[in-house]
Each structure stands twice: as structure tokens, then as C-alpha cells.
């Protein structure tokens, strides 16, 4: 892989991880803070490498690894969020069947009492 596609993965990851960590904490240079902090790196070289700054250098082989780090943690959490989702999802769905199956139950119930007496 070449540097500046090393480069281009690393900035999408890290923008991802402070939009992340943006819509966690409610503040965009907190989110730069707090990400640049977790990979040994400061707010201003985050800021900088995701928005393609001249000025920022391109980030050593340890940042490259914190990045990949951070953003494989990220990626599990977020698998692990959108599992529990659908299990809740499944168990709700399955109150609603039941709910469905017994309110279907009492119907054919009620209609087959009516046909009864009539």
C-alpha cells in the first residue's frame, strides 16, 4: 500500500473515530482532544491530518497503529451495539406476535360462540 493511501485510510478512520466521539461529548474540539489523547498525538496534528493540512506530517508508523487500534474497537462496539439492538428488536416483535396470536385467538373464540346462538 502506498503512503499516501496509508494516509487517506488513516485520515477516514480518525474522522470517523472524532464524529464518534463528536456526537459522544457535544463538542467538536473536545472530540479532536479526547481522540488525539487515546493515540498519543495532539488536538491541533488531528485537526490538521483529517482536514489535509500541509501543515500537519504524516503520522508515524505508532500512530498509524493507534488509529487502526482505536478504530477496530470502534468497529467492534458498534457490532456489538447493533446485535443487542436486534435482540431487543426480536424479543418486542415477539410480544407483538403473541399479542396478535392471542387477540386473533379470542376473536375466533368470540365469533364461534356468536355462530352458536344463533
Not at 474497537?73 to 446485535?83: F, G, I, K
Request: net charge neutral.
Amino acid at each position: 500500500m502506498s503512503t499516501a493511501a496509508l494516509n487517506s485510510l488513516a485520515r477516514s478512520a480518525l474522522s470517523e473515530l472524532v464524529a464518534r466521539e463528536e456526537h459522544r461529548v457535544g463538542s467538536r474540539m473536545l472530540a479532536y482532544s479526547n481522540i488525539a489523547k487515546r493515540i498519543g498525538s495532539s488536538s491541533s496534528w488531528v485537526r490538521k491530518f483529517i482536514v489535509n493540512s500541509n501543515e500537519a506530517k504524516e503520522p508515524r508508523l505508532t500512530l498509524f497503529q493507534n488509529i487502526r487500534v482505536h478504530y477496530d474497537n470502534l468497529c467492534s462496539r458498534v457490532e456489538q451495539e447493533n446485535r443487542d439492538d436486534e435482540r431487543r428488536l426480536r424479543l418486542i416483535k415477539g410480544e407483538f406476535d403473541a399479542f396478535d396470536q392471542s387477540v386473533t385467538s379470542q376473536a375466533m373464540g368470540q365469533d364461534q360462540a356468536g355462530m352458536g346462538e344463533g
